[in-house]
C-alpha cells in the first residue's frame, strides 16, 4: 500500500488534481490519497503556505503530487509566507535535487509545435535538470553600493563533486530505461563550475555507466541544437542556470504547457515531487478552461519513479494518447472540452 499526498494549491491547482483523484482511483485501489493545504490556500487558512503537518505528511509519504501556487492574491505577503515560499522550503525538505523534465511531443499535437511536424515528431528529451544548488544558492550573492555611488551585483556559482554526481547518476539512470545516451550541458570552455562538470561526469561514466553513450556538449550550442535538430537528444543533463533556460526552450519544441509534467527526486527510495510545470494561471482559474494533462502526467511520473508501478504508468500514458488521437483537446491545443471533460476523455482510455 503506497500514500500519494496531493497538494491542490491555488488557481487552477485544484482543478487539474481533482481530475488526477478521478483518475487515481480508477486506476489504482492499493494507493491511499492524502491531501493538504498548500501555498495561498494554506496561508488564508493556517497563515503559513506550508504547516509542519503538511511538511510531516509530505515527508512520510511515497510520492507528492503538486497542483500550482501563487496568485495575485498573496503577492503582497510577507516574503517567507508567499505561496511560492512554501515551495521552496517544501523541496528543500524533501532534498529533491534532480529535477526531470520531459519534452514529449505526442504525435497528435505535432501541429502546435514551434517547429515543422517533422522536426518533432517522436520527440521525447529528459531534460535532468540540477535543482538545489548553483548559482541561485551560492555565496556570496547581494548587491552594494560602492564608493563612487555605483551599484555592484555579485552572484556565485558553486557546485561539489557530490552534487554534480548524483544528478549525473539520476540522468546515467534514466537513460538505461530509454535510449541510452546522456548529453552532458555546461560551459567549460569559461567555467570553473563547467570544468568540474565535465570532470565528474566523464570519471562516473567510466566508472560506473560505461555501457551508455555519453556526449558533452557546450550550454549555449545545446541551446541551438534544440532548435535545429531536437531529434538527436535523449537524456540531457545540466546545472541549476541552464537546465532552467534549456527545458522551458525544450517546452515550446512540444504542444504547449498545458501537458508538461515534472518531478523532482531526492536520494533513491525517498518520496518525488511532482507537478505540472504550469502555474496557477489566474487568468483561467475557476472556469473549467485548464487542460488536466500536465498534472495527469505527472501522476504517470509518480507512478513510475516514486510507486513502483511501472505497468499502471504505461497504461494511463496510453490513455492520455488515446484520448488526444481521439481529438480531446481543451482550449490551450485548440478544442472546447471543459477540464473535467478532459478527464472524462483519459477515464474513457482506462
Ligand atoms: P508561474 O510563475 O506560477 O509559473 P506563469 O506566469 O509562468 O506562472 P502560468 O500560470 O504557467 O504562468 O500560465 C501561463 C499561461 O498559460 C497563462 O495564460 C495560462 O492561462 C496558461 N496556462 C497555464 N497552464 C495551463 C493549463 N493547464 N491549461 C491551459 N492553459 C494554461
Ligand atoms: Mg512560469
Partial sequence: MSTLLLLPGDGIGPEVIEQVRRVASRLANDLTLEERAFGGTSFDQF?????????????????????????????????????????????????????????????????????????????????????????????????????DGQKRGVDTQVYTTSEIERVSRVAFELARGRRNKVTSCEKSNVMETGLLWREVV?????????DVQLEHMLADNAAMQLVKNPLQFDVIVTDNLFGDILSDEAAMLTGGIG?????????????????????SAPDIAGQGLANPLAAILSFEMALRWSLGRTDLADKLNAAVKAALEEGARTRDIGGSLTTAQMGDAVLKGL
Fill in 202 to 210: 566523464t570519471a562516473l561514466h567510466a566508472r560506473d555507466y560505461a
Fill in 47 to 147: 497563515g503559513t503556505p506550508l504547516t509542519e503537518e503538511a511538511e510531516a505528511v509530505a515527508l512520510a509519504s511515497d510520492a507528492v503530487l503538486m497542483g500550482a501556487v501563487g496568485g495575485p492574491k498573496w503577492a503582497g505577503a510577507p516574503r517567507a509566507q508567499r505561496p511560492e515560499a512554501g515551495l521552496l522550503r517544501l523541496r528543500q525538505a524533501m532534498n529533491v535535487y534532480a529535477n526531470l523534465r520531459p519534452a514529449i511531443c505526442f504525435d497528435a499535437l505535432a501541429g502546435a509545435s514551434a517547429l515543422k511536424p517533422e522536426f518533432v515528431s517522436g520527440l521525447d528529451i529528459m531534460i535532468v535538470r540540477e535543482l538545489t544548488g548553483g548559482v541561485y544558492f551560492g555565496q556570496p550573492r547581494g548587491i552594494e553600493t560602492l564608493a
Fill in 259 to 279: 501537458l508538461l509534467p515534472s518531478a523532482a527526486l531526492g536520494d533513491p527510495g525517498k518520496p518525488g515531487l511532482y507537478e505540472p510545470i504550469h502555474g
